[in-house]
């Protein structure tokens, strides 16, 4: 019956590893892209915030044909022509532009963290996937052969009781024992056909008929809770984007501060004109100087922006505590279920063993086998 169900999806790969499967899935997952091209986006922010040290040059050229008319002069029509080149380099901004390279350089790390805290989480779930078809096919193939068992049980109990050498009771227990396991076959067979559906969803397209199951996992695994905490705090990608969204915030608010000081720039102009203002011939001005521009009011704006770059910063700090419970939270959890499961499997190892003990000495009873 789940051999069935398999044939009706069979893939034509014929086997395909986890590392394979997880690139296939972080390579073509949409929300991957998208935050990969969040991140190449953030980069070409960092280089518009460095042109502001850069200068500015500037042309301007025109024509234009005027006419004049002024009481005590003739009437006069001419084409005027102006071409105006001009350069400015900004001297100083209160470090403004310095710290906003640093709070834009911080978003581009947030950006890339996003991206890593996605492909992770792409890849876990695909990990997860692959070792879910893995079981439940054992757990169907464990199934068919316990139904197999049973019905050869029941089989032969009948075959005795037809003949008068065994008795009634025995075989309707061994009937009530063969359709729980026909139950559970089917139970397992429908658990395979959902994990083979979520499967193709994730990877887009069928499991491959070989999968290999996956190797020492407890490898690297850290011998304490203190050793798995510190490794997290170093590279959890959730923890990494709160921690750099607060250095951000912070330059911003300093950015802020840099429009309460002064904005002074250099300047130079060329400018080569014809028939200006109704003047015959040619004209050539040049022009170089420095230009300060100190704003005394504009309505309260700069310290409102001050206030709101404060109040984002203690957000940001707000965020990264919650990411920092959260994530020993979440390890804490995950480190005792490991540790759980592992005093569980000689339990269960056990529980095999006398099982299996068990079924022989049950077959031994009733000669059977």
Known sequence: MAHAQETATTPAAVHTTLKEVAQKVVLNNP???AKFHAFKASIGDVSVAESGYYPKVDLNSGVAREQIKRPGIVDNDYTRSSHTLSLSQVLYDGYATGYDIKRI????????YELVDTAEAAALEAARVYFDVIRFRMMVFLAENNFIDHRSSYEQLLRRSQAGAGKRVDVEHAAGRLALAELNLNTEAANLHDVMSRYLRLVGEPPPTVMFAPGLLSRGFPTEEADALELAI?????????????DAAQYELQARRGTLHPR????????????????????QDNKVGVLLNFNLFNGGADMARQSVSVERKNLALDLREKACRDMRQTLSIAYNDVSRLRAQLSNLEL???AVEKTRDAYKAQFNIG
């Open 105 to 112: 350089d911080k978003t581009r790390l947030v950006r890339y």
């Open 351 to 353: 529980q095999v063993s």
């Open 234 to 246: 170093k590279h959890n990608p959730s923890l990494r984007i709160a921690m750099e969204n607060v």
């Open 31 to 33: 929300e991957v892209l």
């Open 264 to 283: 002074v720039e250099f300047r130079m102009s060329s400018e080569n004109s014809n028939n200006l203002d109704g003047v015959a011939g040619h004209r």
